[in-house]
């Protein structure tokens, strides 16, 4: 990205980064220069934000914990709708976003296949509302 190009909010797109690159390649393959590379930014901008890459690692997970809070809110509103199971799943795929989807890649059997969508599932891969080819 060249210098004096405002980046929208950097260090959300720098955690989203980190998390694809969890997914993708594991802990291992997580450096600074891969988050920054991944984000698009030069690596620079992640220490403009963050004192070194162990701090920034350290307020991702902050960050994903306050998710925590608020999630569990909105899980507590949504007892008594939906399935158990539905709801568990929406509310990890919520929390965790791209992380969860590669621990979760599908619903179970007669839940929705995302959060929003009515159709149930007919088998651990096939939304009913999927468009056929």
Known sequence: MPTGVAMRDAREQLFDAAERILV????????SRAV???AGCAKGVLH?????????LAELVQDRI????RQDAALREAAGTGT????LTGALIELFGPV???ILPSSPPGTSCAPGCAGPRRSASRCSRRARP
């Open 84 to 87: 158990v199971a539905g709801n």
């Open 36 to 38: 920054t590379a991944e």
């Open 66 to 69: 306050a998710r925590l809070g």
């Open 24 to 31: 993708r390649d594991g802990p291992g393959a997580l450096t």
């Open 100 to 102: 969860a989807r590669a």
């Open 48 to 56: 403009r934000h963050f004192a070194d890459f162990d701090a920034f």
